[in-house]
């Protein structure tokens, strides 16, 4: 298990270490090891895990705040790591970014969240919704709980719905769905498909009173199919989506849904966490609409010039907008001067990125823009080739490419007196891009 | 306020002015004090000064306070072990606090102190605590227990902590059990032969059923708890399989990877043709593909494991080569892993989008990645026939873009693909002769140079480019240089005439002016060759050279059966066995994939591993590691009666039950395609598979009675072969670890040795010799080691035995000296080998002559012994002890008592006689006694030692 923790700054100077067995040895030893090998270190680091004199390392870097986690034993690498995470989205649950100014300034409460979810180097409850009922910045609420309050701590920390605590109440019973996707597309020069797929997230934010029973429903084909078969034909999804089902490759779960019952029956239900979270995870590769198809045209003009030419073509009801619109040009490292033209938006060529990059603000579907450029090159004597590297993009859609739809999200709470239709329910598509790369 | 003042406190007198605040009576500046000394240890400075002054701040109700003492206590206890005494008395009464909450922060940071004194203090609240009534409690409780065991093993098993703990396994809540499933899973791994975890289908339905509702972590304990589980049969193993498979779609990638290493080890287990395997195979793919959608740091551990399932069942995911496309963003580690999961899965229907990326790839930045991707690209060509054409000429255009260390590269693999289908591509050698000069690695220039050696006679100048070559002969590697003389020899064996000097040249500079070993024999071979037997010397050195073998850095089988039940674990990541990394005991137990039961049959054995095949010609295990220890398990076993295999046939050796018959029946059986024939081989050392036919003779007679005597005994069993022990370990010589253990196979005496190389460099040249003994036993040949046994690398040796050797009495009489050499030492062990080795085959002798000889050894020569608690009637103990060559003459029963009449044979000539009485009527009484008489009493203790091993496995 895991022996220790260190938190580094960008320096290598310690600023939380934590150690939990004695098998790693010396902790100045440790700590040395890995600042010397690996953040020191001349080359860049080659693997997240490291294994220097028969000690592991597993490391994780969030902006320059480096958490090293130390073993000595065979331990379960993935679940490190996943530990690593959870320990960064605990303490920016507690006191935001993560930077050197905010450790330092909470340094206490991180060796207490350290003493409470690791515990002789196993991980132990670490929603932080639990955890803020006992761990708190004051520190001092222990004293003045009743014991109903304690055990009630107790029990929840260590239950089978560790992420909900009982007696919530909200006067307005309310829930938001977000739709979240991300679009990743590898093309080829000649507009062939690579590699496509949507990873997608469904995020609720709820606002419910009580233990709330829930119960979620999407456009998923197996789902859709066997209700065909059934007899029942769902309206509403034939009605609300153009296509009527979606492939899903694969999809995760948060904690609190059933999984068992998903393998069984394919239904999600689940009693949700209070205020934000995310619910499921799933990936298409079928039928994704891809929104942005990009063309590019690069011409090597001599040994000193290039001509770029880019258009982009907009793929998807003309009704709706896509904004925050970002095509990224690399361009070679020995550029001396950029020209550039274009129909739409602004261009500008940033030689410290090596790029041209060109922002359009909106853009309706079913429309194209286009950008020309003629870029300068100084000679070198340099053999090897510019490695051309992709055309990349970026933008938001209000829709969700893999074809999603929502189709219900019910809620049951039978002790409390409010049914599924006293809940107000938004729901929300956002599309994004991944990495979406056009090679040129 | 924040806290970060508390790290800037530099000055002098620091530690006095803390000592002040430390003893200050408000408690503000107390907080304040402990705060910056936390502080200060953090940074690193040494604060154990103020050891006395903070442990005063622990009497508080003040939680915040209390924690901060609390963290200071566990870093420097150790230290101050007698002051930290003065910390038991809060803890024990913190132990009793009506806050759950301070009760188990005391218990969980009493078992973070480290001192003897402590420990002996902390039993009694630990054990309250264990049996509280506050859930949160327990599960703390439950982890002390190991944490109480790392410090003082003796003691947690005194206390009856272990038990405690066994018992949380059932408790009400789901955190508990994943606590004391972690502990216990600790704790067994420091144990390897305790039955602590006793994993039964009782207990593992309340894991299965804790699974379901607790947390992300103690669903990871509990899953890796249960790969190291073994089911009984294809039935449990399936339903196992159906509760974990829900996992499969968990957020937690660890929760996603430990399901896949359960479902990987239990499906081993499930018939093929069954439906459920093939749903469960679809089932595996696509989690393992979103796995790569999580962070870096993840994909990569997912990458490293997905690498080895590919090896192990590349069904899964042959169709999911896309995914596995490089992006340009990913970082470097993921880049390569990546590249080497795409040649692994290349086939001939993805093999033109596979080329297409990795020529995109070899014109990225990373050097280590384009070479990777260069390289690639060969190995596809030799993969992948149909593509072999258009990999060579992807190859070329890469040499055209003269990028040095993807030209350099890019002629490594085409040497490699011209063996692979020679005199198909020999037509771009031109091109590569181009880029001769820019070459300045080793391994390119040696590879450039076969290539020439090799087709001189293609090249017209060739003898120019050697020649270039040699002038800087002496500046270059090893590896050039033998390159260079082979292929001058061969360019002199196909054009004689005008390069007789060129090849004197190079065999004056590799024999007299090279300090060279190596390089100089091959020299002198060669140049006695040419000038003793010119023909032969055409044969040897133009020999047409055996085809390279398609997949390149395969996992060795067995260290891939070992890390697939690691999966998700630092070994998966390192593709190394836990012993190459983890010191002491921990993890050093091998983990071996179950074999594969019909739920017909029944085994007795719960241990991992140890579960092998039934004996349908159906159900024979499908997959055999090629090491013989799962044969010698398979052998060990108690067969239920056979569920037949068709209709015996009557003078068939498959009945007779020696271990090479079993070998060679399963062999013919299966047709040979159980595709372990020649690693059965392997196993069995040097025993030809012919063997069964000569064996007819000997033991036909003998096998005939048996069956008049036990009435339609079953399916005899194999000769007793006890388990391998350690005879040197590793620290005693230098790095070197022999463990071994003796067999008799169709009669002849084996010595059976694992050598296992924990030193970090390469062992050679081993050779083995063994002292006089009482029974001449001696090497009947050299120790077969055949290739140098590298770091961390293990190898199974047998090693025939003969027993004409000098003759020398031992004591004990079974005692062995051995001496072992290797390149580094001579060592020296001794071990001793169960005599029934030496029961030779025609050891069964004629009834008359028995009772003769019974009555005519003296009766001060025979001893008595019991064996205790051996459930056998006496048919299967007579079937057990045949299968060691202790026949059973004749049987009578005398009330309620079956009496066996035995003989055996020892190879010198010495027969032994023997009595054994079984108590058939009362099933109570399961001691059985045996009489041994002999003209050499000295052997009846062996003897008898031999019969109760052979007995009572």
Known sequence: MIGGLFIYNHKGEVLISRVYRDDIGNRRHAVDAFRVNVIHARQQVRSPVTNIARTSFFHVKRSNIWLAAVTKQNVNAAMVFEFLYKMCDVMAAYFGKISEENIKNNFVLIYELLDEILDFGYPQNSETGALKTFITQQGIKGQHQTKEEQSQITSQVTGQIGWRREGIKYRRNELFLDVLESVNLLMSPQGQVLSAHVSGRVVMKSYLSGMPECKFGMNDKIVIDKAGKGGVTDDVAKSTTGKQSIAIDDCTFNQCVRLSKFDSERSISFIPPDGEYELMRYRTTKDIILPFRVIPLVREVGRTKLEVKVVIKSNFKPSLLAQKIEVRIPTPLNTSGVQVICMKGKAKYKASENAIVWKIKRMAGMKESQISAEIELLPTNDKKKWARPPISMNFEVPFAPSGLKVRYLKVFESKLNYSDHDVIKWVRYIGRSGIYETRC | ?953
């Open chain 2, 1 to 953: 306020m924040t806290d970060s003042k508390y790290f800037t406190t530099t000055k002098k007198g620091e530690i006095f002015e803390l000592k002040a605040e430390l003893n200050s009576d408000k408690k503000e500046k107390k907080k304040e004090a402990v705060k910056k000394v936390i502080a200060s240890m953090t940074v690193g400075k040494d604060v154990s000064a103020l050891f006395p002054d903070v442990v005063n701040c622990m009497q508080t109700d003040n939680l915040e306070l209390k924690k901060l003492v609390y963290l200071y206590l566990m870093n420097y206890a150790k230290s101050q072990p007698d002051m930290a005494i003065m910390a038991v008395n809060t803890f024990v009464k913190d132990c009793e606090d009506p806050n759950p909450l301070i009760r188990a922060l005391a218990v969980r940071t009493m078992g973070c102190i480290r001192v003897d004194k402590i420990t002996e203090y902390l039993c009694e609240p630990l054990r309250k605590c264990l049996k509280d009534e506050d859930p949160y409690v327990r599960k703390t409780a439950a982890v002390c227990v190991a944490k109480l065991h790392d410090i003082n093993a003796q003691l947690v098993e005194d206390q009856g902590f272990l038990d405690t703990l066994k018992d949380l396994i059932s408790d009400s809540n789901p955190m508990v059990v994943a606590n004391a499933v972690a502990a216990l899973s600790e704790i067994a791994e420091s144990h390897p032969n305790s039955n602590l975890l006793d994993l039964n289908p009782q207990s593992i339905n309340k894991l299965l059923t804790a699974l379901n509702e607790c947390t992300e972590w103690g669903q990871i304990f509990i899953l890796d708890c249960l790969a190291n589980y073994a089911p009984r049969d294809d039935r449990e193993s399936q339903s196992i399989c159906e509760r974990v498979t829900p996992r499969l779609s968990h957020a937690n990638s660890a929760v996603v990877l430990s399901a896949v290493k359960v479902l990987m080890k239990f499906m081993e287990m499930l018939p093929k043709d069954l439906d459920y395997y093939g749903t469960l195979l679809k089932k595996l793919a696509p989690p393992l593909v979103t796995l790569l959608s999580a962070e870096p740091e993840l994909q990569y551990v997912a990458l490293r494991n997905i690498n080895l399932i590919v090896q192990k069942r590349p069904e899964i995911l042959k169709h999911e080569m896309k995914v596995f496309f490089v992006k340009y963003n990913d970082p470097i580690y993921v880049k390569l892993e990546k590249l080497d999961i795409m040649i692994r899965l290349a086939s001939q229907a993805n093999i033109a989008q596979v080329l297409a990326e990795l020529k995109e790839y070899a014109t990225e930045v990373d050097v280590d990645f384009v070479r990777k991707a260069v390289r690639a690209i060969g190995r596809c060509a030799i993969k992948v026939e149909q593509s072999a054409e258009r990999c060579v000429s992807t190859l070329l255009d890469l040499i055209q873009t003269k990028v040095n260390y993807v030209v350099q590269e890019a002629i490594v693999v085409i040497k490699d693909i011209f063996r692979k289908y020679p005199n198909k591509y020999e037509s771009v050698i031109a091109t590569l002769c181009e880029n001769l000069d820019s070459l300045d690695e080793p391994e390119a220039r040696a590879a450039m140079i076969w290539i020439v050696g090799e087709y001189a006679e293609r090249i017209d100048n060739a003898d120019e480019l050697l020649e270039s070559f040699l002038e800087g002969f002496h500046d270059e590697s090893t590896q050039v240089q033998l390159q260079l003389l082979t292929a001058i020899v061969k360019l002199f064996l196909k054009k004689p005439t005008e390069t007789q000097e060129l090849v004197q040249q190079v065999l004056s500079l590799a024999t007299q002016d090279s300090d060279n070993p190596d390089l100089r024999d091959r020299g002198y071979i060669y140049w006695r060759l040419l000038s003793t037997d010119p023909v032969a010397a055409k044969e040897v050195v133009l020999a047409e050279k055996p085809l390279i073998s398609e997949e390149t850095d395969l996992i060795e089988p067995t260290l891939l059966e070992e890390l697939i039940c690691h999966i998700g674990t630092l070994a998966s990541v390192y593709h190394k066995p836990p012993s190459a990394f983890v010191e002491g005991s921990r993890g050093v137990m091998h983990k071996r994939l179950p074999a594969r039961t019909g739920s017909g049959e029944s085994t007795e054995s719960p241990d991992v591993g140890t579960i092998a095949g039934g004996s349908g010609t159906e159900t024979a295990p499908s997959i055999i590691p090629s090491q013989g220890d799962l044969l010698g398990d398979l052998l060990n076993l108690d067969l239920a009666p056979p569920t037949t295999t068709g209709p015996p046939p009557p003078t068939s050796g498959m009945q007779m039950g020696g271990m090479d018959l079993l070998g060679g029946g399963l062999d013919s059986l299966l047709g040979g395609d159980i595709g372990g024939s020649a690693a059965m081989g392997a196993g069995f050392g040097a025993v030809p598979a012919v063997m069964p036919a000569s064996l007819n003779a000997p033991m036909g007679g003998g096998l005939g009675d048996l069956f008049d005597l036990g009435g339609g005994v079953g399916m005899p069993l194999g000769a007793y072969i006890p388990p391998k022990t350690v005879w040197l370990p590793a620290m005693k010589a230098k790095g070197l670890e022999i463990s071994g253990t003796f067999a008799r196979r169709a009669g002849v005496i084996q010595m059976e040795l694992t050598l296992t190389n924990k030193a970090m460099s390469v062992m050679t040249d081993f050779a083995i010799q063994f002292n006089r003994n009482s029974f001449g036993l001696a090497p009947a040949g050299p120790l077969q080691v055949l290739s140098p046994l590298s770091p961390n690398q293990t190898i199974e040796v047998s090693l025939p035995l003969s027993t004409v050797g000098p003759v020398m009495k031992m004591e004990p009489l079974n005692n062995l000296q051995v001496a072992v050499k290797n390149n580094i030492d001579v060592f020296y062990f001794s071990c001793q080998y169960p005599i029934s080795m030496l029961f030779v085959e025609d050891g069964k002798m004629e009834r008359q002559v028995f009772l003769a000889t019974w009555k005519d050894i003296p009766n001060e020569n025979e001893s008595q012994f019991q064996i205790k608690d051996c459930h056998l009637n006496s048919d299967a103990a007579s079937n057990k002890l045949q299968a060691s060559n202790i026949f059973t003459i004749a049987k009578r029963t005398v009330e309620g008592q079956d009496m066996l009449y035995m003989s055996i044979k020892l190879s010198n000539g010495i027969w032994v006689l023997a009595e054994l009485r079984v108590q058939t009527g009362n099933p109570n009484y399961t001691d059985l006694e045996i009489s041994v008489k002999c003209r050499a009493p000295e052997v009846s203790q062996c003897v008898f030692q031999c019969c109760e091993a052979v007995l009572k496995n």
